[in-house]
């Protein structure tokens, strides 16, 4: 062993500048959808999820063992429900999310309301923002989540396989003619999404084209006159209503309806087609 006294005095510089190469290298920086910078000393390790879709992207990206808290109907995948809850879209629980000392908070920009934005940027707990608008922005989501969570691995892996399956799917719809598409997600009252909702983005890819696109706000209510009106020729109901409600067959007396008349009433999974998680790419083959 060479004696300490005998080091050469350059040796303490060059420890110092490999730390500082370390550390450089343990600090992660993405761009969230909001524009915004969002940078890490190292990659997280206590995550608070802020919606059900965070959550589930969160776990696709390989980091379901460090989300330690979510918001209500986190309920995919399967351990998603056993984590405990820091509150709903009504209100958040402070203190229940700020046990787990989290590192990292994924919040959505649009689902979360202005007041908890407010709650929770004010905590100093960094923030990504997450609202994917198109299909390829889940797997970019899915990127991004990873490079944060110090995943990319299984975040790379799961983004390149939804783009395949979203590839083949566009491959096989892509020499048929459209199909006009009233997309349904609750009946009492009677509700859509509009063309800016990623649902409009997925259902292209089936050839579809979703009626009331153009309205707004992104979840417009419509009567039923207005969709007789349009005379869709496939309505796609979300299996998300009561069960005494009629959903989807509320539509089965209109005989004059041509989505009647061609047996085109479907029922889908509502939160694996407009949650932006991979999901949608099954959803999509079964509507």
């Not at 202005?114 to 923002?129: C, N």
């Not at 799961?158 to 566009?170: E, G, H, P, V």
Request: proline share 7%.
């Amino acid at each position: 062993m060479i004696p300490v006294h005998r080091l050469p005095m350059r040796a303490p510089l060059l420890f110092l500048l490999l730390l500082a190469a370390a550390g450089a290298r343990a600090a992660v920086s993405v761009r969230d959808d909001a524009g915004n910078y969002v940078t890490l000393a190292r990659p997280a390790r206590r995550v608070v999820s802020m919606s059900p879709h965070a959550t589930e992207l969160l776990f696709a990206a390989g980091g379901g063992a460090q989300v330690l808290g979510a918001m209500n109907f986190s309920d995919y995948p399967e351990a998603a429900k056993r984590l405990p809850l820091i509150g709903s879209d009504q209100q958040i629980d402070i203190e229940r999310l700020l046990a787990p000392r989290p590192d990292l908070q994924v919040v959505w920009q649009s689902g979360n309301t202005a007041r908890q934005l407010e709650q929770l940027h004010g905590l100093g707990i960094p923030m990504f923002y997450s609202e994917p608008r198109r299909l390829d922005d889940v797997a970019d989501s899915l990127m991004r989540l990873g490079r944060l969570l110090g995943s990319e691995a299984v975040a790379g892996a799961a983004a390149a396989d939804f783009r395949r399956k979203i590839a083949a799917l566009t491959a096989t719809y892509a020499a048929r003619a459209p199909v006009r598409v009233f997309y349904q997600v609750w009946d009492k009252p009677l509700y859509t999404l509009n063309g800016r909702h990623i649902v409009s983005d997925a259902l292209r890819v089936c050839g579809a084209r979703k009626v009331f696109a153009a309205l707004e706000p992104t979840a417009p209510s419509v009567g039923v006159e207005a969709v007789l009106r349009e005379n869709p020729e496939m309505i796609l109901g979300g299996d998300c209503h009561a069960a005494a409600d009629a959903g989807i067959n509320l539509w089965r007396p209109y005989k004059s309806l041509l989505a009647v008349q061609r047996g085109n009433l479907a029922e889908v999974d509502g939160d694996a087609l407009s949650r932006p998680t991979p999901r949608m790419a099954a959803a999509l083959r079964i509507a």
